[in-house]
């Protein structure tokens, strides 16, 4: 039998780990489009920089391919520019998945991705939504709010900054992410739909960013909310999840935090 595999762009980053693990755990491949270059990797290597136009598209790897996860970005709070990787990097996805014949993309986009956001953050992903709504392939796109879990880039970041603003936010969890992620795959019932993803919990944010209050002792810095929504961690208008990611998806959303109370 020919083996089955999901192609990953991101598969090193902090949602690819969670989930190329479950893929696994699952039986199926990965191929990981990385920039990486690794002895061990716990998928089978691409290397590619969605960025570098010059690169040539390689040959599509033996096997059955089921979809294509597209997670390369920025994760909120990068302080990279969010545009090229967004837009270029997910024309290029687009056109390697036709190029490979790939039947589904799925791209992970984020809360508030709208053609008048505020932000650059959210405006490059409401592009990039567009460049893969109107690619004629089929796909489902993912728009989660704040995720959170251990390792995670944002949570680091925002450690070591100072007092946070009273906002609330209802973060998700990174598992309850890559498990929709794989259920996106088989269901044909959420094929060509955008759903928003949150968490059951509203909670302060300062009070989900342990040691946030000391770094501010130590830092005399106090983060506003119009740097949160510049870094696309977002206020509370927007943190709210689609009743129809849970029943479409049949996810029982998980708190993020189970020993705490808010
Ligand atoms: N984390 C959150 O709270 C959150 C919330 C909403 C939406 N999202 C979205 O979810 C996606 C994944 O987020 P994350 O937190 O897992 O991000 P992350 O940990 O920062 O990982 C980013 C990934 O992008 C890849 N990448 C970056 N530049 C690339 C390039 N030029 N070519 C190829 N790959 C490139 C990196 O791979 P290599 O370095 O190995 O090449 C890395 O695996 C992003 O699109 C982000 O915007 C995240």
Known sequence: MEPKSVVVTGATGFIGQELVHRLWQAGIGVIGITRTRAEVMPFVPFIMDLLDESEPFADPPAGTLLGLIHLAGHAPGSTLSPVALHETGTARVVELAKLWNIPKVIYVSAQGATMSAPTAFQQSKWLAEEIVAHSGMNFVILRPHLVWGTSSRTSEKLERLGRLPNVKVRPIHVADVAETLIRSLWLDRVDGKRYEMAGPQLMPLESLVEGASRSFMR?????????????????????????????????????VLSTRTH
């Open 219 to 255: 830092r005399r810095r106090h983060v506003t909310l119009r740097d949160l929504d510049a870094w696309g961690i977002l206020t509370p208008r927007h943190n709210r999840a689609d009743g129809a990611w849970v029943s479409d998806f049949g996810i029982l959303p998980r708190p």
